[in-house]
């Protein structure tokens, strides 16, 4: 898993994947979808296995208000997030291999007080 920094809540987070195949090579990916839980491991914003319409090698994947939105019972600076991508690929071993990475970053609450 991979950090990723920090985004605002309700604001805007980029995150860029790139697939390679088992050489490091670049692969467009025959599909891919990804997850966006909390800490708690709850989908956020009813994203889940959510499918890219275009694979390409880099894609950029682009979260931002209510996929960012905290409750407002969130009392803490930063709150957890957790990004899964999932997408298949053709290689000389085999027709639609899995590919599967995750990234970790966090929420800063802006009605936070210290």
Do not use: H
């Not at 604001?11 to 490091?24: K, R, S």
């Amino acid at each position: 898993m991979i950090s990723i920094g920090t985004a605002n809540e309700k604001g805007t987070i980029v995150i860029t994947c790139v697939f390679t195949d088992e050489d490091g090579d670049a692969v467009v990916p025959n599909t891919i979808s990804w997850t966006l839980t909390d800490g708690a491991g709850d989908v956020v914003n009813s994203r889940e296995q959510v499918s890219v319409a275009i694979p390409a090698s880099t894609t950029n994947i682009v979260m931002s208000g209510d996929d960012l939105e905290l409750e407002a019972t969130d009392t803490s600076q930063y709150i957890d997030r957790y990004f899964l991508i999932e997408a298949t690929y053709n290689s000389t071993y085999g027709t639609d291999l899995p590919l599967r990475d995750s990234a970790y970053f966090k929420v800063e609450n802006l009605r936070y007080i210290e």
